[in-house]
């Protein structure tokens, strides 16, 4: 694996996908203990104002909080490491393994920044997201991002589900590994059959405040989770 030139090619795109990264047993192991955890419909754990404003509906579990030390596996993964560490240099470190949950008939989430690149540009959290089971056409939940996005500041202001025209369709499969910068643009479209997860492995490059995902971008909000409030109202131009 020739991790220099995939670090170059996430600098240029702000993503980088990876299949059969992780073997088929692990992610078997891992869908079981999700699927265990939230059952086939798990209640809602946000404000109703932000399931409206955001066209977000994802249920979040941080299963190493919960002493689930299997997901050390591939957090562990040497190649992941040292993939890692090819992109964002020495002293970067992680943040948690935060794995997200669509029912069907959700809305995915709606084109967002995870982190706000008006605080700076070299300030970022990454998204390492795995994935147990394949997403689909019958299922939904494609990821969609707008390469070299990361380099453009603030998402545009807009329709929270706009097609963009330099969109690129995602569509893992189990074992698949996705790098996404968190200034990205990126949604996740809607589930329409079964249920649809993924498991973020977030990190972050030395000299980044651990609370970098606290304030998350989209095209018609800022959204604080610590708050969970709405802290700009970017549609009507100002602050809430």
């Known amino acids: 694996m020739n991790y220099e030139a995939l670090a170059q090619q996430f600098w240029r795109d702000g993503y980088l996908v990876l ?17 265990g955890h939230f059952g086939s419909s798990p209640a809602f754990l946000h404000t109703e104002e932000f399931l409206n404003k955001s066209a977000t509906e994802v249920i979040p579990w941080f299963p190493q909080q919960e002493g689930q030390n299997a997901f050390d596996v591939a957090e562990n993964d040497p190649r992941l490491t040292a993939l890692t560490q090819a992109i964002l240099g020495e002293g970067w470190y992680s943040l948690y393994c935060m794995t997200m949950f669509s029912r069907k008939g959700t809305k995915g989430q709606a084109w967002h920044q995870d982190c706000d690149p008006q605080e700076s540009a070299a300030r970022f959290n990454v998204n390492r997201l795995i ?42 499969k189990k074992g698949t590994l996705v790098m996404l910068h968190g200034h990205t643009w990126h949604r996740v479209r809607p589930v329409v059959g079964g249920y649809r997860v993924s498991t973020n492995y977030r990190c972050c490059p030395q000299g980044t405040p651990e609370n970098i995902t606290d304030v998350c971008v989209y095209r018609n909000m800022r959204y604080q989770f610590e708050t969970s409030s709405v802290v700009e109202d970017r549609l009507a131009g100002g602050d809430v």
């Open 131 to 172: 994935y147990t089971d394949d997403i689909s056409e019958e299922i939904g939940g494609q990821t969609l991002v707008v390469p070299g996005s990361h380099r453009r500041g603030t998402i545009t202001v807009g329709d929270v589900n706009e097609e963009f025209a330099d969109q690129i369709v995602l569509t893992p």
């Open 19 to 35: 299949e059969d990264f992780f073997e088929s047993e692990l992610m078997d192991q891992y869908q079981e203990l999700i699927v």
